[in-house]
């Protein structure tokens, strides 16, 4: 197991070196900040599995830099101290979600167990992560990242609608994370322990989605070897999260609409319907306004599904989010690739920052993984990043033979902003391109934002 690294936040220089030596000495990697600003600087680079702050410092407190911590990774242990030891302050500070609390003097065997304690607790935590991860059953409730104002009203809506039954529409661009939006509204809901099952409505065959949605009867049509109790009876007491609904054709809208009003599937082939207890969440990338007026999406069934509607912000809209997302996605890499990358450059941190990031939170996790794969070992540099370079490279510049952008960037890129100035219809960004809306998906699949 790697070292675990410790963030010491103190405005005494004579704390500071005694923290650093003792820690250091213990076979813990030191980090140290003389106040909170240089503190969340460190944060924004490097990933640390724990924080030791004093309570008071000037400018920014103990109390609010722990707060800032936890909004930034909350996975971060963090102990507070202070030579001005109060009930109120220890519990407040505990409120706040610190690990513990220590009084000044330190006590350094008192710290020596407490880290003993803190190291047990998270590598615990991962253990328990990596085992979710393997087996499909990650949290994805903690995978909302960021603290952005957006991001905060997401969040707000997701704690509100939760605990009803309504039906949730989501609307956000591809790669935003839709599903993940879904999963928490399940995993907060009275139906956790029921099934959450994801349908992406482009993804099946016209001619087989009937089937797939209500199931089937033995010998409904050929290749009906056994009944199928099909997606939505497979959902009950669960929640269905039907994506891309917009791709959904006018007759199997009806029959969607049908199911919603009655709770009532009837399988194909079957003169038997079955009764449902089905919570439905759907989400679209298209203007359903714009589809409606064209007449290929049924107000109706809008506004059955259109109960609560939940927008996510892309993000080139939440771009201080940036620094929170690339940290973890950096320790699910971890996890996954057996690494201990420890932080990004501020080089590469920044020109991440520049991009506008057309395939929003799931490019941005395609970039990461790609610097994993790339070798990024200690800390991921602008040469594990080679795609993101070229695309914000200056414009107009004299090209030498290296800087050449690849055909196959510079395809990804066109269709990318094509699908963000169509708000992700696919079918007029491919018109707009002249290539087929297959060839839209074939790519977005080899591009990992599918």
């Not at 706040?96 to 065997?109: C, Q, R, T």
């Not at 989605?209 to 290749?223: D, K, L, M, T």
């Not at 540099?381 to 050449?404: E, K, M, Q």
Request: with cysteine; glycine share 6%; net charge neutral.
């Amino acid at each position: 197991m790697e070292a675990a690294k410790v963030l010491v936040v103190d405005d005494e220089p004579s704390i500071l070196r005694l923290l650093r030596e003792a820690l250091a000495q213990w076979g813990y990697q030191v980090a140290t900040a003389s106040n909170a600003r240089e503190a969340l600087d460190a944060l924004r680079t490097d990933l640390y599995d724990a924080a030791i702050t004093d309570i008071r410092m000037p400018e920014m407190g103990g109390l609010e830099l722990l707060r800032e911590i936890k909004k930034h990774d909350d996975s971060i242990e963090v102990i507070v101290m202070t030579g001005y030891p109060t009930i109120a302050s220890a519990v407040e500070a505990l409120k706040e979600g610190a690990y513990d609390y220590l009084s000044k003097p330190l006590i350094l065997d008192e710290l020596r167990h407490l880290m003993a304690r803190v190291t047990e607790r998270k590598f615990l935590k991962g253990e328990v992560q990596s085992l979710r991860a393997r087996l499909g059953e990650e949290l994805t409730v903690n995978e909302l990242v960021g603290n952005s104002t957006p991001m905060q009203r997401v969040k707000e809506i997701i704690a509100k609608v939760a605990g009803t039954d309504s039906p949730v529409l989501i609307e956000g661009e591809s790669g935003t994370g839709k599903e993940l939006v879904a999963a928490a509204i399940h995993r907060l809901s009275s139906r956790a322990k029921g099934p959450f099952v994801p349908v992406n409505c482009s993804a099946i065959p016209e001619d087989l989605i009937e089937s797939e949605f209500f199931g089937h009867v033995r010998g409904a049509f050929s290749g009906a070897v056994s009944d199928a109790l099909g997606l939505f009876r497979g959902a009950h007491e669960g929640t269905i999260f039907l994506d891309e609904i917009a791709e959904l054709s006018p007759a199997l809208q009806v029959k969607l609409l049908r199911v919603l009003q009655e709770m009532l599937v009837r399988p194909v082939g079957s003169t038997k319907a079955y009764a449902v207890d089905v919570r439905v969440i759907a989400a679209t990338n298209r203007d359903l306004d714009r589809t409606i007026a064209e007449g290929r999406f049924r107000q109706d069934l809008y506004y059955r599904l259109n109960v609560v509607r939940v927008t996510l912000p892309p993000l080139r809209a939440r771009h201080e989010d940036i620094p929170a997302l690339v940290n973890h996605f950096m320790r699910r890499f971890n996890r996954r690739f057996h690494r201990d990358v420890r932080g990004i450059a501020p080089e590469a941190l920044a020109m991440l920052d520049t991009y506008d990031f057309p395939g929003n939170v799931r490019e941005l996790e395609n970039l990461v993984e790609r610097a994993y794969a790339m070798g990024a070992r200690e800390q991921i540099t602008l040469a594990d990043l080679p795609t993101l370079t070229r695309s914000v490279a200056t414009p107009g510049a004299t090209a030498t033979a290296g800087a050449i952008p690849q055909l196959a960037d510079v395809e990804k890129e066109l269709i990318l902003r094509a699908l963000a100035f169509y708000r992700d219809d696919k079918e007029a960004a491919a018109k707009a391109l002249g290539i087929s809306r297959r060839t839209i998906y074939r790519r977005l699949k080899e591009y990992g934002v599918l």
